[in-house]
């Protein structure tokens, strides 16, 4: 009973496909965040809302979109994939500002 | 901006031994300050926190971290390490005065154990 879920938890693709990538929460958290891991580099951020109305941009958003589609989802999309996309993807929930975060198992996406 | 600095990429050990890993944080008036356990195939979960108080913070699996204003420090320890705590980890730092609550995360530090 994870309480953020990702799907798919592995994908292949090509270049120039489109992908979505998608995060729910049973947590009750208003705020979601993605995340991109890559080998000695971290977690860096993608894009975060805090509601439903409320989008904003992370350090690395060129070539990514998100949508808020209900508290409790937040979707990822590479609408044309490269392979420098190629990444250990996470999503995280959080409640108002102390800033502690709740992690989904991730989804490995590899463009070819 | 914030940032973290872990000073090592890979932390070998033998078990049963203590391991410290080391953690720098760029300097501010507050901060939050965090540590996150990444098992294989696994995502992050929250080791400990520091957000005030005690400046020696316990978390799970016996770990515990040590707030170091002075040196802009917050470094992860465990007297006794397992085969279990083989997993990276990551320091990371938030500003407690932004609305973004925004967590700013280190490179990370792969924790391996030898038998």
């Known amino acids: 009973d994870a309480d953020v879920t990702q799907t798919p938890r592995n994908r292949i693709t090509k270049t120039g496909k489109r992908i979505m990538l998608e995060c729910s929460q049973t947590?009750?958290?208003?705020?979601m965040y993605w995340y991109r891991q890559d080998p000695g580099l971290g977690l860096r951020l993608i894009y975060y809302s805090f509601d439903v109305k409320d989008i904003n941009k992370g350090e690395i958003s060129d070539g990514y979109s998100v949508s808020r589609q209900a508290q409790a989802k937040f979707s990822l999309s590479l609408e044309s994939a490269i392979p420098n996309q190629t990444a250990l993807y996470f999503c995280a929930t959080s409640r108002g500002a102390v800033g502690e975060q709740f992690f989904g198992p991730g989804t490995r996406l590899t463009v070819l | 901006a914030q940032s973290v600095t872990q000073l090592d990429s890979q932390v070998p050990v033998f078990e049963e031994a203590p391991v410290e890993l080391r953690c720098n944080y760029s300097s501010s008036v507050s901060v939050y300050l965090f540590w996150y356990v990444q098992y294989p195939n696994q995502g992050l979960q929250l080791l400990l926190k520091y957000l005030s108080g005690s400046t020696l913070v316990k978390g799970i699996n016996g770990f515990e971290a040590e707030f170091n204003k002075s040196q802009t420090s917050f470094h992860l320890r465990k007297p006794s390490v397992h085969i279990s705590d083989t997993a990276e980890y990551f320091c990371a730092v938030s500003d407690p005065d932004s609305s973004a609550s925004k967590i700013i995360f280190g490179s990370g530090t792969r924790l391996s154990i030898r038998p």
């Open positions: 947590k009750g958290h208003d705020r």
